[in-house]
């Protein structure tokens, strides 16, 4: 990968992957030391973190460059419009997805990752036989994320990753040294009816209203300036 932070200047073209290469994508990865550890580990293997907070992506690009890892790049755009339009089918083999924002407020349920959306998105983008791991402090999440699986065909429900201290994230350390409890659980994607994904569509508290952050939209791509300064050291 030529760049550690990806720049999106087309919000329908698609990243350009190595397809002769495995592919590994953690969403939500914080500033990446999980990745960037399995990085050092897998040369022979792409990886991509998708992380929307800027500060955690500065962090996770030097220490990608600190480390000269060159198998390895982060992307700060939203995870659902990212799995859903950017990324080539049917080539990652692994997805991660540790700690999400649980969102435990009943009205603000509709933020969460895990849902039909993301689901018909992340098969599409799984090789058959891929694999997704899940893990959360959050009963609740755990439970309903459990849910959201058991009722969608194209997945099978295999036995989660160990979770050695090697693995631990930044906030399962944090979780961990409170005693929190993890829940972790990991799908495989199968085979099944490959059809198009329908366009999505913003629902109307996520449009861009003047004074309020944008939650869903390529906010990545009006910013991809301060993103090229980033990945030349210049910010
Ligand atoms: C609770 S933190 C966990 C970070 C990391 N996975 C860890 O375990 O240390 C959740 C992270 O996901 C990011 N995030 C949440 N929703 C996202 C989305 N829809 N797209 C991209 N990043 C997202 C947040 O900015 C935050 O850094």
Redesign the pocket.
């Known amino acids: 990968m030529k760049e550690t932070i990806l720049k999106v200047t087309d919000p329908c073209k698609k990243l350009e992957f190595d397809l002769s290469k495995p592919l590994e994508i953690?969403?939500?990865?914080?500033?990446g030391?999980?990745l960037a550890r399995r990085a050092a580990a897998n040369p022979d293997c792409e990886f991509l973190g998708?992380?929307?907070?800027l500060g955690?992506v500065r962090s996770f690009a030097h220490k990608c460059q600190k480390a000269h890892l060159s198998n390895i790049a982060v992307l700060r755009?939203?995870?659902?419009y990212?799995f859903h339009y950017l990324l080539p089918e049917h080539h990652a083999r692994k997805v991660y997805?540790?700690?999400?924002?649980p969102w435990p407020k009943k009205k603000h349920h509709s933020?969460r990752?895990f849902g039909p959306l993301f689901l018909a998105a992340l098969w599409k983008r799984l090789e058959i036989g891929g694999r997704i791991e899940f893990?959360t402090d959050h009963r609740e999440y755990f439970e309903t994320v459990e849910e959201c699986f058991s009722g969608n065909e194209k997945f099978r429900r295999v036995e989660p990753m160990a979770r050695p201290e090697e693995v631990w994230?930044?906030?399962?350390?944090d979780f961990r040294s409170k005693g929190m409890p993890i829940y972790s659980a990991a799908w495989e994607a199968l085979a099944g009816d490959d059809k198009a994904l329908e366009p999505l569509k913003i629902p109307p508290e996520a449009e861009p209203r003047e004074g309020v952050k944008r939650?869903y939209i390529a906010f990545d791509i009006a910013e991809s300036q301060e993103a090229e300064n980033i990945s030349k050291g210049e910010c």
Do not use: Q
Request: proline share 3%; net charge negative; hydrophobic share 40%.
């Open positions: 953690e969403v939500g990865c914080g500033s030391g999980f998708i992380e929307r907070m955690r755009l939203e995870a659902l990212t997805v540790f700690f999400p924002d933020h990752l893990a994230t930044e906030f399962e350390r939650r």
